[in-house]
């Protein structure tokens, strides 16, 4: 059982940038690919981020290529996701999970909370 624990949201004006984070418990870390998604007050969660096991691919959603940017330290059992040029379109919880595969999803954090004023 893998627990994910995410951190580094909070409110940010539009422009602004943050880095989220997402440490795992599991020592076997490196073998899952990580992933982030986000799901805003009354729509479906969607895909944001992910990265394979090693960190030599990563995948993101339209909207997200060029501004944000996921990467992992295997050694820290961590996965990061830097966002830039935020948008209160960005306004959502942003939960990170981990899989088997990119976008599995078989376990996932609580989220963290992240507000863009416009």
């Known amino acids: 059982q893998v627990q994910l624990v995410e951190s580094g949201g909070g409110l940010v004006q539009a422009g602004g940038s943050l880095r989220l984070s997402c440490v795992a418990s599991e020592r076997t870390f490196s073998t899952y690919a990580m992933d982030w998604f986000r799901q805003a007050p009354g729509k479906e969660r969607e895909f944001v981020a992910a990265?394979?096991?090693?960190?030599?691919?990563?995948y993101y959603a339209d909207s997200m290529k060029g501004r944000f940017t996921i990467s992992r330290d295997n050694a820290k059992n961590t996965v990061y996701l830097q966002m830039n040029s935020l948008k209160p379109e960005d306004t959502a919880v942003y939960y990170c999970a981990a899989g088997r595969e990119v976008a599995l999803g078989d376990y996932w954090g609580q989220g963290t909370q992240v507000t863009v004023s416009s």
């Open positions: 990265i394979t096991w090693s960190g030599g691919t990563t």
